[in-house]
């Protein structure tokens, strides 16, 4: 599916309508649950509750990485613009694309920037964003790619200007090794020289202190991670009761990850009509939900390396918690 739409500074590819969306959901359900370590995308956590729910989380004074990363691009937003000089900045997740602001006033105020490209899965979120953002910023084009990470990076439009492509909020930690490399190499094959990729990252730090990020004393963590059973039971016509599961929330210190899930209180079947699907959960078999990797500075310099980017700037917060890079095609 691809369609456009356009106002005099706005222009919307969309890639990714509902039937698509429901279709994802399906095979992602269907092919998800029927592993032996069953799990679910954590991208099925965010529908409305569930945006509303994490909004609530980057509010909460134990969940530090979202404040730590506006510090980072608030303190540090010139000095980005004036290395990367961007024509057009995409960023990739945009949603409501907050933070994204200090680079866009910065690109403004450097005379750089003229073209803005989010790109997000949702399209409502997209149009209102754009609408907000030329409102903002009269005389900026603001040209959104509705499509999923997996199927639409090839998508993005290019140019012969120079850009900088931006993904924020520790999003690429939610991907496992293989398939953060696949997505950073598809990224890496958009760029042209010249070009540069701002990467958000949460460093590893006190286990303890991770844990209590992803599992809160106000269980605002806990009813986002359960919210992933309510939306397969609203599409799907699943029946699944979330009493009937404990959140969990631990550090693997092999993998350098927050692991995430739901595990079973008892002995289960969960029947999911859409699908003619009927599950079984043994008492104490875990459903992952969602990893979230932490990085070393070193290490994830290296994985840059392997997909062919050199990491020219850090960008830390006050307290060392988080990491913001830039990098440019190696030569």
Known sequence: MSAASTTPAVVIDVHLGPDDQAEALRRDVRDGLSRPQKSLPPKWLYDERGSELFDQITRLAEYYPTEAEREILLRHAPAIIERARPHTIVELGAGTS??????????????????????????????????????????????????????????????????????LGGTIGNYPTAARRTLLREIVAGLSPGDRFLLGTDLVKDPARMVLAYD????????????????????????????????????????????????????????????????????GEYLRTEVSAKFRLASLAAELASVGLEVEYWFTDTAGDFAVSLSALRE
């Open 216 to 283: 809160d004393p106000q269980g605002v963590t806990e009813a986002f991670n359960k919210n992933v059973l309510a939306v397969v039971n609203r599409e799907l016509g699943a029946e699944f009761d979330p009493d009937r599961f404990d959140h969990e929330a631990t550090w693997d210190p092999h993998e350098e990850w927050m692991d995430l899930g739901l595990r079973s209180r008892a002995d289960q079947t969960v029947r999911i009509g859409d699908l003619g699907l009927e599950v079984d959960f043994a008492a």
């Open 98 to 167: 907050d933070k994204t602001r200090a680079l866009l006033d910065a690109g403004r105020a450097a005379s750089t920037l003229q073209r803005f490209i989010p790109f997000d899965v949702s399209e409502e979120f997209l149009r209102t964003t754009a609408a907000t953002l030329t409102d903002a910023y009269p005389g900026l084009l603001v040209h959104g790619v509705v499509g999923d990470f997996d199927r639409h990076i090839e998508r993005i439009p290019r140019g012969t200007e120079r850009r900088m492509v931006v993904l």
